[in-house]
């Protein structure tokens, strides 16, 4: 699996077999990827199951208006809606599916989920010896569902999941880790394009009439076939809870399984199909469907599309009971498991309704059917079909280097400075893979168009990379509120951005989750993750640049403060009368030791003419910098040697400050100026510090990009411990 077979004297023969219109969703853009390819693949199409049921809306129609050549249409469902129904239509495909798989005779059949029919497929394609691709296997939802999953899984010979934690299962299961795709849901390459459109509103409009953006619901429940008898009362006071909260309403019919036919005398009992607030449709084409649920203001139901499709574009949803119960969700998910009163489901929708969420990508990131032919074009037809299991399962690390199995996970950083804004791809060991620099626009919208600009082209060459970006982290000066993903106040040097929400733009943009913190505070998570913070419990990182910044980690976490104003050290002042500080006060060690205090001093010694010693070279037109300042020490200028030694003694009196409040174990020094006062700061230690503390190290970091590797840090962090 791991070489592409470059002789392969003829295509490879796909046979993709469609059941209903949910799973139809997501085999239409594997379908659309095959027939753009045709010097590799043929495609051959079979349609069954409810697609062709009149009362489930003939889907195999879009089918055709896809522009697709239907190779054969198989009339398996026995109607009945119950158990034995369901029984009965397994078995009548299994009768008709032979036929059609001997004469179409692929090389390959593609399956999707865990559906009854998809068992049905599996199982014939697997005793008739034709290689079978399953997609969306390994996932858990909590209902039947599970166990018809996990058998078409053990049938098939490979396999393209959606998610880390799908992939995992799989290993579990003893399935071979080299043919299981980390892929994306295929769905997702469809609608992270489909909800941008501009028509969003004629959709709104033709479905529901003249109804405001984000002031509908759509509604979507289908029956639990284990517990029916319950999953119908769910969905007579679901219906119940929507009446009287009277909001404009789209509600689909649900699937063909046992117990749907007494849900749709539930719904014709309460006269929704004539009410007012209700449209009842059986089907939506997807691509419509997706803008309904972006622009919504709730979904609710127990629909996959909502804890799978919805969560993209940050949509509220409420999941009712069982169905769901094992999925992965975003944090826009309220699950109501336990809907047993109108009263409850209502108060959900008073919780949820009008709400956005970040936009989560647990489940794709628009890449999924690239992934998924080059996968294909692995497939080595002379290899063995006999599957073979792994056993024991394997060790919980089992990541392959192998580009179409498992990309690089990835962080996008970015770093807003008060000269430059910086993108940058950082990889889950910490490399920075690429870097974008250009300079810091003066205003907010220039800005905000710019950011947005660099981390498009950014997430698009990552695909280049091998890289998977799983969210994005900003690092930014001035006091914030990372749990809103808002600059509460900027610092002076950054204009126009006070009161400004980073996350949501970036995460609207990018349909990516996203992580806003100081540059102080990205600093140290930094250190925590890459540098000298590794394994250290309690340590301090001081930041030397342009200002003075730090971040604190107490007991492995980073501390923000009740008002987010934690660590701002530059900011601890050690002297009653000293300079002027931009913040307002005076004697701040950032007014002695930062960048601009020293370039300040520079300025005030070359007005004066007493900066520049024989052997220095300064140009008329170079403006004068702290790096003047300290070659000027160097080359022996006492009074620049004075103000170099305040500034080291200020920055070591601050830091004491710091050590016999918090007591850290280890204080690291960052930025363009930290190896210069390592050992100013050491001495004024030894001197006047307590001598309990005068043993703790103080260290210059290694790291060369602290602010953009912290921000990695913040998404790599939460992708470890949530399972993708």
């Not at 062709?52 to 398996?76: A, C, P, V």
């Not at 931009?582 to 002695?592: D, K, T």
């Not at 001598?691 to 602010?707: C, H, M, N, W, Y």
């Amino acid at each position: 699996m791991e070489k592409i077979d470059k002789n392969r004297k003829r295509k490879l023969r796909v046979c993709v077999a469609t059941c209903n219109r949910a799973d139809y969703s997501k085999l239409a853009p594997i379908m659309f990827g095959i027939k753009g390819d045709p010097d590799n693949f043929e495609l051959e199409v079979v349609v069954l199951g409810s697609h062709l049921i009149d009362d489930y809306g003939n889907t195999y129609r879009m089918i055709e208006q896809d522009d697709f050549d239907i190779t054969s249409k198989l009339h398996t469902i026995v109607r009945g809606e119950d158990e034995a129904a369901m029984v009965e239509s397994v078995g009548l495909a299994l009768v008709k599916l032979p036929d059609v798989l001997h004469r179409l005779r692929p090389d390959v059949l593609i399956v999707h989920g865990d559906r009854f029919d998809a068992l049905a497929l599996a199982t014939a394609a697997a005793l008739m010896n034709i290689r079978i691709l399953h997609v969306e296997g390994g996932e858990v939802s909590g209902t039947i569902d599970d166990s018809i999953r996990h058998a078409i899984s053990k049938l098939a010979h490979y396999h393209a999941c959606c998610t880390r934690s799908a992939e995992q299962h799989l290993i579990a299961m003893c399935e071979d880790h080299s043919r299981i795709l980390l892929a994306g849901c295929p769905s997702y390459d469809k609608l992270l394009s489909a909800c941008g459109r501009d028509d969003y509103a004629d959709v709104i409009r033709n479905w529901l009439g003249d109804v405001k953006e984000q002031d509908y619901i759509v509604a979507l429940q289908h029956p639990v076939t284990t517990d029916i008898k319950n999953s119908i009362k769910i969905y007579e006071l679901m219906l119940d809870a929507l009446i009287s909260f009277n909001k404009r309403t789209l509600i689909l019919f649900p699937n063909i399984d046992a117990g749907s036919k007494e849900m749709v005398r539930v719904m014709r009992k309460k006269g929704i199909e004539c009410h007012p607030n209700f449209r009842a449709v059986k089907h939506v084409p997807f691509d419509q469907f997706i803008q309904l649920v972006a622009h919504a203001g709730c979904m609710i139901g127990n629909s996959s599309c909502g804890v799978r499709e919805a969560g993209a574009f940050g949509t509220p949803v409420i999941n009712l009971g069982t169905r769901q119960t094992g999925r992965e969700t975003g944090e826009n998910v309220l699950h109501v498991r336990d809907a047993d009163t109108q009263k409850k489901i209502h108060h959900a929708l008073e919780l949820q309704f009008g709400k956005r969420y970040p936009c989560s990508k647990i489940y794709g990131d628009g890449n999924a059917v690239s992934r998924i032919l080059k996968f294909l074009n692995t497939i080595d037809l002379d290899e063995p079909l006999q599957k073979t299991f792994c056993f024991p399962p394997v060790k919980e690390c089992i990541s392959q280097d192998i580009d179409h199995i498992l990309e690089t996970q990835s962080a996008l950083s970015v770093d807003l400075g008060g000269t430059n804004l910086r993108v940058a791809i950082v990889s889950m060991k910490g490399e920075i893979v690429k870097k974008y620099t250009q300079p810091n626009p003066k205003t907010y919208k220039a800005r905000i168009e710019l950011i947005l600009k660099m981390c498009i082209e950014a997430v698009s060459e990552a695909v280049h990379y091998n890289c998977r970006i799983l969210g994005v982290g900003v690092s930014t000066g001035g006091r914030v509120n990372p749990q809103e993903g808002v600059v509460l106040h900027s610092t002076k040097l950054i204009q126009e951005w006070s009161s400004v929400d980073i996350r949501a733009p970036i995460s609207d943009s990018l349909h990516l989750p996203v992580w806003v913190d100081n540059d102080g505070n990205c600093a140290a998570l930094a250190e925590k993750k890459f540098g000298h913070g590794i394994g250290v419990e309690n340590f301090v990182t001081i930041i030397t640049g342009t200002g003075i910044g730090g971040g604190i980690i107490q007991h492995n976490e980073l501390i923000h403060g009740s008002t987010f104003c934690a660590a701002e050290l530059g900011h601890i002042i050690v002297s009653l009368d000293g300079p002027e500080c931009m913040c307002g006060s005076r004697g701040c060690m950032e007014a002695y030791a930062s960048g601009m205090a020293l370039q300040r001093e520079a300025k005030r010694l070359h007005d004066e003419d007493l900066l520049v010693m024989e052997g220095m070279s300064l140009k008329n037109e170079e403006p004068v910098s702290a790096a003047h300042l300290i070659s000027a020490a160097r080359w022996g200028n006492s009074k620049a040697e004075a103000i170099l030694r305040t500034a080291g003694a200020a920055l070591g009196v601050g830091i004491v400050n710091i050590l016999h409040t918090v007591n850290p174990s280890l204080v690291i020094l960052c930025g363009v100026l930290a190896s210069y006062y390592e050992n100013p700061v050491k001495q004024i230690i030894s001197q006047r510090a307590l001598s309990s503390v005068q043993g703790i190290k103080v260290l210059t970091s290694d790291l060369e990009e602290p602010a953009l590797l912290g921000a990695a840090s913040m998404v790599l962090d939460y992708a470890t411990r949530r399972t993708y």
